[in-house]
């Protein structure tokens, strides 16, 4: 007998029986939602590391409807505000709730010597929007609060739900860095018997370990800062506080340790958690630097991550100023690589485009070199094809005693490496061939030798010295005697 297909209805039933109600695993079991976050944003002169510190919470591993936004800025000379704008147009009504705060015009404080200088005002101002930021986070009815400062930037996209797995109710990220990680070397004078400055802390023998991770796990400390995390579902939480400071807090009027002794007067112990790499963190400039030396140091991060890895992404919502790559003065800035290290090359163009200099990229190989030298008729046509000007890098597993020979090159007599007592290796050689082919290869009014201390123009008269790490480039005009009036004034530039 056959059986009639069921009706449209009993179809649905049967899959809605098999599927089961909305919310449940295959346990029965309704998953629960996960908890509400607050990540609290507080931006001064940042406009040189918003992009991408924007760009680290895009990427975060968490629902952004489980997340609120707390972003507050002020006192700025450059465009944090118009960046924070932007971001916050783009992305805002991807998560649960916003505030925005920002400052009108721009000001300075009364007291401070520069854009870097820490006044008390500043800390008090500081602390206030901390405050804010926790109390916004409590009414709203958040689980956690996220406090990153925004030179902290959180390349690794677990970092949320980590930090709420330990279950600690004050827990910070240690990053990378300059100076390292912080909030590892702290003993704090209410809590021992030793003389220190006062309110301030002392590096003990487990830093050096917990910061090199030699010593891995979650371990207490007496204060966090930067980028940390509160659980506000703690009920020891409740009391803690930014501004007022404690009514018998008698030590430097100072956003950390303020927080750090509310935290020791609640009784909530607070933690370092160092099992796994969360970041990067900006070296802090003096009080007397500006905003260029804090740029500088962010850019020297952002080199750092691209070889560590993983490296730094900026937003794809924000704007950020131009870029003009130059040559620092001279003809040519050549990028000698590999051709079989594509991501080496790679990151190296990279590293250029960061401090924005414009190199030529050279990429070639000992048996090219060989053709090229003794079939010059083929040479122009086979650079056409390739859209590419040669002489570029050398394969150095190429080199044998025949090629070196044909390209006219041998060792000096009895040759020993000072140091170890060895000839000079294939990757030598090449290395040696790369600069060798460059200056062979320039133009007839470039004669370069970056590995000497006297690279020159015979024909311009334009003087390019280098002394240690340095390098000076003369005018092309003036007359090295000094007949034309014109005194010559070395311009120092970091050497590549």
Not at 18 to 24: M, S, V, W
Not at 52 to 78: F, M, Q, S, V
Not at 245 to 253: A, D, G, Q, S
Not at 383 to 388: A, E, F, I, S
């Amino acid at each position: 007998m056959r059986v009639a297909p069921a009706a449209p209805w009993h179809r649905l039933l049967q899959l809605l029986f098999l599927l089961g109600p909305p919310g449940l695993k295959a346990s029965g079991v309704a998953e629960p939602p996960l908890p509400t976050v607050v990540l609290a944003i507080l931006a001064r002169n940042a406009e040189h590391s918003l992009p991408h510190y924007l760009g680290a919470l895009e990427r975060l591993d968490y629902p952004r409807a489980r997340l609120a936004l707390w972003c507050a800025t002020d006192h700025n000379i450059d465009n944090t505000t118009g960046m924070l704008q932007e971001w916050l147009a783009a992305v805002g009504d991807d998560y649960a709730a916003v505030v925005w705060r920002p400052e009108g015009e721009a000001r300075f404080y009364p007291d401070e010597e520069g854009p870097k200088h820490w006044t008390r005002e500043r800390h008090q101002f500081l602390m206030e929007l901390k405050q804010e930021a926790l109390t916004f986070a409590r009414d709203w009815g958040a689980d956690y609060i996220l406090f990153a400062d925004t030179d902290n930037i959180l390349t690794n996209k677990q970092t949320l739900r980590f930090l709420m797995e330990q279950g600690l109710p004050v827990v910070i990220t240690p990053q990378e860095g300059p100076e390292g990680v912080f909030g590892l070397w702290c003993r704090w004078p209410w809590a021992q018997s030793f003389p220190v400055p006062q309110g301030y802390y002392r590096r003990t023998a487990e830093y050096f370990p917990t910061k090199n991770r030699q010593r891995r796990g979650c371990f207490r400390v007496p204060m966090v800062h930067s980028t940390f995390l509160v659980s506000l579902r703690d009920k020891g939480t409740a009391q803690l506080a930014f501004y007022p400071p404690h009514p018998n807090y008698t030590w430097p009027f100072d956003d950390i340790i303020v927080f750090a002794y509310s935290c020791e007067a609640a009784g909530v112990s607070v933690h370092v958690c160092n099992e796994h790499r969360f970041g990067y963190m900006n070296v802090a400039v003096q009080p007397h630097q500006g905003l260029e030396d804090e740029k500088v140091n962010f850019v020297h991060l952002i080199l750092e991550a691209l070889v560590d890895g993983p490296p730094m992404q900026a937003s794809a919502h924000v704007s950020q100023p131009p870029k003009r790559p130059s040559k620092l003065g001279f003809d040519e800035v050549f990028v000698i690589g590999l051709a079989r290290r594509p991501h080496r090359r790679a990151r190296m163009l990279s590293s250029l485009w960061e401090m924005e200099i414009s190199g030529r990229v050279e990429v070639f190989s000992v048996l090219l070199t060989f053709l090229l030298k003794y079939f010059p008729l083929r040479r122009s046509r086979w650079c056409k094809q390739r859209h590419m000007r040669l002489p570029q890098s050398v394969f150095c597993r190429l080199l044998n005693r025949s090629i070196l020979r044909t390209l006219g090159v041998d060792l000096l007599p009895g040759y020993q490496d000072p140091y170890s007592g060895r000839t000079l290796t294939k990757g030598e050689i090449g290395c040696f061939l790369s600069h060798y082919s460059i200056w062979e290869e320039g133009d007839s009014e470039w004669l370069s030798d970056t590995e000497t201390s006297s690279p020159w123009d015979d024909d311009s008269g334009r003087i390019i010295s280098w002394t240690g790490s340095q390098k000076s480039l003369r005018g092309p005009h003036l007359d090295l005697a000094g007949s034309n009036g014109h005194s010559l004034h070395p311009s120092p530039r970091d050497e590549l």
